[in-house]
């Protein structure tokens, strides 16, 4: 593992972002731009999807939100992807970033099985949406414990 992270690090793109003054700084903000339009879209979706927000029909607020969210996801993936490269060892050493990212994992997989049983509506639907109302704000909060060198 430490081979492939060294790896990484050595790579001409890591290391051009390493040595910018302005790229690094840039991608770190569109990573958070990615969060934003993320963790903005998916608490209404969820607070609609779960019924504990009933005045907004939840199909009317799928078809609004879900770009916003896929949108958001994409970018904080890519951006999350090129902060990682520049420092990969020290993160995979990281447990509160390793723990960040199988939650990541999770609330995509979580994301994936909402659209695919999105029609069959009930309690699975609302299930669904309560686990990702939980998971989101913790990977954003474990994201941002990983920049205070907590792990
Ligand atoms: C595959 C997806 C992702 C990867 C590879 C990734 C990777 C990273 C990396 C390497 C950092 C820099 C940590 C540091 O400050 O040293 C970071 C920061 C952060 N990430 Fe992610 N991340 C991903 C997705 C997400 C998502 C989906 C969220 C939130 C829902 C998130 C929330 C945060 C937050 C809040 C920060 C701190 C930003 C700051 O304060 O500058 N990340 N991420």
Redesign the pocket.
Known sequence: MSEIAATLEATALAQFLKGSRWIYPLV?AG??FG?AL??GAVIPLDLTHSGLLKRIDPRAAASLLQPFALTG?LL??FC??L??IT?AGD?LGNPI?LA??VL?AAATLNAVLHLRIERARGSAVRAIALVSLAI?PT??LL??L??YHIG
């Open positions: 770190n990573h958070i969060i993320l963790v996801l904080a993936f999350g992807a902060l990682f420092q993160y970033f960040k990212m990541v989101w990977v954003l994201g941002r990983v920049g």
